[in-house]
């Protein structure tokens, strides 16, 4: 794909397609599954070729799914009597959890049914439901999950990971997540050749925790074979900079760095909104920059970039926030179909193996077969 291209487009795009099954848990997030229908209904009108299982009760699902006409014939409804909720313990889904809806879409994907699956609800119970049914890659110590940041890059957005699939990571992990990161940037932003940073609390070499010292020798180390550059450490205010394409993190302070960074997106909306109402004049000068002001929002809106990338698992699994309106669903679900038609699986499986052998052995020669994966 071209750095240019947007990548909420590409699934839409003739290049992406080719028919698509997508997995959705109807009953996942904060908003019930009115929203998660309406979603997938404003998604499925730009992927003409995709279909669609969705899990959940029959009774609760079937008459959303029969008031909406766009979704008439690309949908099946697979019932599912129980819901993870957002306080529901990761443990107690595994130990008892396979009549939930989230364990039904996750169980699509490990049945061959969908290459993907969308799920708005609770982030722990989905990461363990896919790794005990869909297994890491071989390789792979620590899934990670991966979020698109807008960014001054011509890509518009950068890869930050890992935004909350586990609060810790050692230096080991964090070369798996630069690998994948890579892979990610490199298949669905189109950057050629990534460049990668490590986020810590200042640039100088000195700075920061033993794990992240010795995490950044071995990434200068596997730059070179794994088909990245390694930059060094970036600070928080490098990450929508057009300094790095890829920013690594263990999931707590990733986590932290997302939300806090689409609460400042509203919080930037928000305070526009209320200055431009708060004169006549101000009123009519924003009248005037009305379509400027709405590209800005579009582009800041964390909506239209809903949806983390669980990387490293035998399978793709997307995650949208909880709080997602349908709009934020349909986000998701788009990637979800851009991942799918991209054979993003396969390509972060190889790009695993290349980083073990890599390990193991002396660096692979002929960059355009490493670039290619």
Known sequence: MPASQDPRKLAATPEGAGSVVISVDAMGGDRGPAVVVAGVALAAAALPSAHFILHGPESELAPLLAAEPRLAGRCELRHAPEVVTMESKPGQVMRSGQATSMWSAIESVRAGEAPVAVSCGNTGAMMAVSIIRLRRLPGVNRPAIACLWPSLNPAGFNVMLDVG???????????????????????????????VGLLNVGTEEHKGRPELKVAAELL?????????????????????????????????????????????????????????????????????????????????????????????????????????????????VRL?????????????????????????DAPLAGAESENSV
């Not at 990161?181 to 490199?186: D, F, K």
């Not at 669980?310 to 934020?328: E, M, P, Q, W, Y």
């Open 165 to 195: 699939a586990d609060v810790k990571a050692d230096a080991d992990d964090l070369l798996q997540y630069a690998m994948m990161g890579a892979s990610y940037a490199r298949n669905g932003l189109g950057v050629e050749r990534p460049r």
């Open 220 to 332: 200068s180390t596997a730059a070179e074979s794994g088909g990245f550059v390694y930059v060094g450490f970036v600070e928080g205010g490098d990450l929508p900079s057009d300094r790095v394409d890829v920013i690594v993190t263990d999931g707590f302070t990733g986590n932290i760095a997302l939300k806090t960074g689409e609460g400042t997106a509203k919080l930037v909306t928000s305070l526009t909104r209320e200055a431009l109402n708060s004169t006549w004049r101000a009123r009519l000068g924003g009248l005037l920059g009305l379509p400027a002001l709405r590209r800005l929002s579009a582009r800041i809106d964390p909506r239209h970039v809903n949806g983390g990338v669980f990387l490293g698992l035998n399978g793709i699994v997307v995650k949208s926030h909880g709080s997602a309106d349908a709009t934020g669903v349909a986000a998701a």
């Open 336 to 360: 979800a179909c851009q991942l799918a038609q991209s054979g993003f699986r396969e390509r972060v499986a190889a790009r695993v193996a290349l980083a073990s052998r890599s390990a193991q």
